[in-house]
């Protein structure tokens, strides 16, 4: 496998892709969520351009080999549910290697 392309994973009802133009909504949620844009590069009540380049950064992560951004979709609708990453290069001293982080939206249904 070419380490810069990056492989889209099946794992039962989920798929780790990477993210897409249609992904938007999903990072529109995030972005108003008051600890994401936070601790992500997220950005705080984005607006439509920020979502997009939030989304093109995800793509340029494995190019910069810094690290693999997926999407966590549902694999029959293929929505979107989340993020996961594995981080190669972080940028604080004293942190490991590699890091793995994980934002879901969960949707509660009343």
């Known amino acids: 496998m070419d ?8 794992a039962l009802e989920y798929r780790l892709r990477p993210f897409e133009a249609k992904d938007v909504e999903l ?15 997220v950005p705080s009540n984005g607006t439509d351009k ?19 951004s997926y999407a ?13 990453g594995l981080w190669l290069k972080i940028p604080v001293k004293a942190a490991p290697a590699s890091v793995i982080g ?7 249904k009343e």
């Open 3 to 10: 380490p810069l392309k990056q492989p889209v994973l099946d």
């Open 50 to 68: 920020e979502i997009l380049n939030f989304i093109d950064r995800q793509h340029h992560r494995l190019m910069d080999r810094s690290g693999y």
């Open 102 to 108: 994980l934002v879901l939206i969960i949707e509660t």
């Open 72 to 84: 966590i979709a549902d694999a029959s609708s293929d929505q979107a549910l989340g993020q996961i």
């Open 27 to 41: 990072v529109r949620e995030a972005s108003v969520d008051p600890l994401i844009p936070l601790i992500t590069t």
